[in-house]
């Protein structure tokens, strides 16, 4: 079982930045894939960014550029520097754990953390 806390978000003006972290306990840290999903208003959860144990990153085409994902092995942690807010980035972002064993592949999830990006 793997336990993840979020934190970091907030309301910001658009153009503003936030940077989300996630504290991850219950496994070995440096084996797990990290994810970050958000889910706006009314819309679907969708994958944002992630990034596996050997430190391959990977974004949506829709955050490309303005998103960056990095983990700290040492200290269980990832986050989620996010660049030139957009009103459309107000979301509940949501980190996760990939895992591997036994042949297959388990998610865990945070409770969220919010963003809102207005002026």
């Known amino acids: 079982q793997v336990h993840l806390v979020e934190s970091g978000g907030g309301l910001v003006q658009p153009g503003g930045s936030l940077r989300l972290s996630c504290a991850a306990s219950g496994n070995r840290f440096s084996d797990n894939k990290m994810v970050w999903h958000r889910q706006a208003p009314g819309k679907q959860r969708e994958w944002v960014a992630d990034?596996?144990?050997?430190?391959?990153?990977h974004y949506a085409d829709s955050v490309k550029g303005r998103f960056t994902i990095s983990r700290d092995n040492a200290k269980s942690t990832v986050s989620l520097q996010i660049n030139s807010l957009k009103p459309e980035d107000t979301a509940v972002y949501y980190c996760g754990a990939v895992t591997y064993g036994s042949g297959r592949s388990t998610a865990y999830w945070g409770q969220g953390t919010q963003v809102t990006v207005s002026s």
């Open positions: 990034i596996t144990s050997g430190g391959n990153t």
